[in-house]
């Protein structure tokens, strides 16, 4: 995705009056095309990303239709209105995902009847119920008041991260504030229904905060991990810059224990644990890179294969070789935790010429290792994802067009990915005339996934060479 390729037909017109430099991404010429299938699908993909891109620009940045409008008036009504899509998405034919909230509101309401806090929402970590609690208290028991807060909630903190983007920029509409704005309707209304947005806002901003405030950013990524767990796996990643390394460090352990301390505190050693162990009971879950297999199977024959609605709140698929896949992707996350660690250490190693860039590319890899190969997958785990990537657009450098394709094709697959769920669900949760071609959206899906852990894997490791300390030191 880095080198640059020659679309096969014409290049995409440029919005009036708009420098090429500003664009989302950039369209440019090469110098050779190299043979074989794989570059091929290599220039296809950039050709689409390449259309694309403009069209948000179009849209959203320098195009839009008040962009005549002074930088903050410009940002504060492209952010209003992109928002407001995303909530007539979230009314109209993606109203379903709201019941993941209410399911929030109904277990919150068990403490009114006397049920121990180690008792309610037992598969998040016990802080979680700090964040859900909020709106919880301010509804008195009313759900559709809960839920109209807690959407609030995420608003709000959906709209500090383009704050904290666009004083990044000098409080400029830069493309990572286009991006950013784009990504409300291209991902969904899952950013204001699920808190999964909350780790991934705190890690994003982590990488807008790691040169400067370290210690900062080490809390943010600490206060993500004890709502979600998986921001745990980013620390090594924000430890590697030699300069920061031990502000990080330290605090990594203080926070640590704090946290620990209080959930051990409040809801003894079993609650720190549950979890762990609700993940560790779970099947395979029918969006899940190890379920493929069993999903195309059933999408063909149904028969001996079981999809359905289970206790974990998500549909899974049993049957023959069910318990083999759910083996293989225990290993694979095994393996892919080496794979991590591996990376951690040569970033370590190259401590001194690391970049928040580079952090940040370590950041997606080990968070898309851990979604590729965990035998569970909700479509929430791609906001893991986009806050990271928008951030890396504003911490790289001007001329980098792989972090913006990468950027510009997560979020198109967010919209595949709204497609898929809530809209043509039936397609793989049901027994029903297309499941053929909805489970191919899912292949074409986890297809794009691992094409996304694959450049990050290569980007990462790249940037952590001896060869490009060398080209940073000089």
Known sequence: MTEPATPPAEEPSTPHGADLDDLVAVVDSPTTQQPGVRASLTRRLVWFIDHVA???????????LWSGLRPGRRVAVGWIITRLVMLALLALPERTIINDVLYYADNLDKLNDGSPLTEVLKEYPLPVLLLLGLPWVLSFGNHVVYATLFVGMMLALDAAFCRLLYVRAGKQQSPAVTLWLASAPMMGPLMVTRFDIVPGILAGASVLLLERRPRLATVLIAAGAAIKLWPAVLLPALAAPAATRWRVVRTTVVSGLVIAGAIVWAGGLDRLLTPLTWQGDRGLQIESVPALPLMIAWAFTHDPWVVDFTRFITSEVWGPGDRFLITLATI???????????????AWKRGATISAETVGWIMLTTTGLLILTNKVFSPQYLLWLSP???????????????VRRFVVLLLTVG????????ILYLWVSEIYWANI???MLLALRDLFLVGFVVYAWRRAWSETSAAAAETAAA
Do not use: E
Request: charged share 10%; net charge positive.
């Open 54 to 64: 403009p069209w948000i620009d179009r849209l959203v940045g320098h195009g839009a």
């Open 332 to 346: 694979a996350t095994a393996a892919s935790l080496v794979a991590m660690a591996a990376l951690w250490l040569r």
């Open 388 to 402: 990271v990537a928008i951030a890396m657009v504003a911490v790289a450098p001007r001329g980098d067009t792989g």
């Open 415 to 422: 919209i595949l990915t709204q497609v898929i769920y809530p």
């Open 437 to 439: 071609p909805g489970v």
